[in-house]
């Protein structure tokens, strides 16, 4: 019977958490902030860069004429306006793109130069440009060759410095651990809180006379954990709507996969750090002093988010970041951000997740050992030493 | 007597050097409003929580109805705990209810019953008001209505009448008087032992951990040793009553002139009577009831005062 019993009382804590926390106006508007947030984050550099704007490209080559008109129909097909900046030389037109005095230039049968290659790829108007030279390069030195166009036939596009693999993936990183972040601390905090408000409004006592210890740390933790799911699910359905509708280049394959993979570590580092909270708030008999209890908890996360800053700005992530990207309180953000930023494969992305669950139920267990031996005692904050000797004894 | 329902059977507990339970034992009839009482300190609250399981015991066993009291025993348990504690943003109906579906009810069943108590305790039309908003009065019957929403068979009580004014002290009791008539055994505590004399069927006494003496009031206040106070028109000293050594004796003569006397045997009153009659016209004669506290002070040689100002200079000393 008890056992029968177990889930129906945890899920009974659950739904007291999700409906008295959902139910709130704070709720609501923290996810609609979010969600619009996303939404300005992913859309607004795709409305602003594109439309209405008119693009210079630079024009090298004898026929000016002809490279001219390549130009300003390439502009006219892709719905944007093409002016020809005609330009003596390579040399000069490397200096113009660099400059930014044109965004591209077309070398008369040869190539279209860019600053840098986007990572969306070729499309757009560079796209039509690029093919519209090639094809007008086939038919002066193919007779005959108008026919055989459907081949679709470019102009190489090359960029003057290395592709970086991503920008924009790496912004896509960042905005994942942001997320992971924010909802670690904000959910972890509120778990806490919600401890140190059941410990100091004594009502535990009442609660313990019927539930387990470990179900009503349990029941929290679920219940505000698919809290945070729901919003987390509604912020990546945002990015990847918003994404779609403005043309983003967040939204192509690549960086899908570092959203899929933060959304993964989201789970993982919630569920690592989720009992954690729940001891930090055990030990506490006073709600004010939850934030003096709740920092030791937050700070390998904090760490670990202000380094990465360093890793999405820099080249190549150093070891000391590559071991965060493996250990399980730091993976959940460490390792997102070295997937974006192209430092690791696939597999070690992997094997930090499987690191973080394997260290999840470890925390799982010293954290109910803690909660277990903390939650009934009142007086003065317990340190987690004291708690982990109480929880000995 | 009423078979015993509920038994405390040998219970040990120390916090630190202190003594909280010194093999406590006594039962409690089935049906009836048992008062478990003694100074503060003396260890009640520890008792009451081992009984829900939020204490440990280092030794003995509580059984209900014969068996050691588990977890589904204590889902048909009702609990005010001393220190009384709801969620203070949650919603009265809400709160009551969700309670009433951790002891097992359905939704359905959980929501009237809710209702049923909310609206029996004066709290209705409140369903929706903020546990921290209402008047201290109110959240008591709040926090009374989640230990009884889910009907429970035995109620357990810790201090119900501290804090409350005397309309509350009569609508607190008549509620255990009535629960007690529907068939529930009501266990509560009290460090006040003559507010509660007259409220409780039987009563266990306990001090420093173990039990002083348990039985029903009416046996306790009779004593061994019954108690005649007579007086003596114009014997203010009650000279009179010197005669009475050998049959009983004088615990006392109060200003007016009344002579307390302790019998030996009940059958001795008469002779006391004659006594008296010899010695002048009797304008009082009558059988006199202990108060709880006289029993407490007899058994432990100390008052009910005395002893919680010496728990309190202990728990000052020992920090507990």
Redesign the interface.
Known sequence: MTSQRSFPMTWLVARREILQRGRTRVFAITTLILMVAVALGVALPAILSSGGKTQHVGIVGADTATLSGIVAEAGRLSGETAVAVPLPNLAAAEAALRSGLVSAVLVENTEVLVEQVPVSGTSGSLGTLSQLAGLSKLIQEVPGAAAAVGHGVALPVRGLEAPSKSLASRLTGLFTIVIVWVLISVYGSQIALGIGEEKSSRVVEVLLSTVRPIQLMVGKVLGIGLLALTQAAAMVAVFIVAGFASGSSLVHGETLGIVLIGGVFIVLGYAFYCTAFAAAGSLVSRQSDVNSTVLPVQLPLIVTYALSYTVIYANSANTFYHVLGFLPPTAPIAMPVLYAAGDVPLWQVVVAAAATAAGTVWMARVATRIYTASILRTGPRISFRQALRNAQA | MAPLELEFDGLRRTYGTVKALDGLSFGVPAGQVFGFLGPNGAGKTTAM?AL????ALEAGEIRWRSKPV???A??T?G?M?E????????ALF?QVD??A????MTASEADSAARHWIGRLGLAGRGRTRIDTLSHGNQQRAQLA?ALVHKPELLVLDEPFSGLDPAGIDDMSAILAERAAAGVTVLFSSHQLDLVENICDAVAIIYQGRLVTSGTVAELRRGDQPRLAVRVGGDREAAWAEQVRGIGTIESVRPDGTAVISLTSSGDSQRVLDLARAAGPVEHFAFEDRSLSDVFREATGASVSQAEAEHAQRAMAGGR
Do not use: N, Q
């Open positions: 929580r829900f399981g939020v204490t588990d977890e589904a204590r889902r348990f609990y705990p220190d009384r504690g709801l969620y203070p943003a949650m809400d969700y309670f579906r951790l002891h097992g989640v």
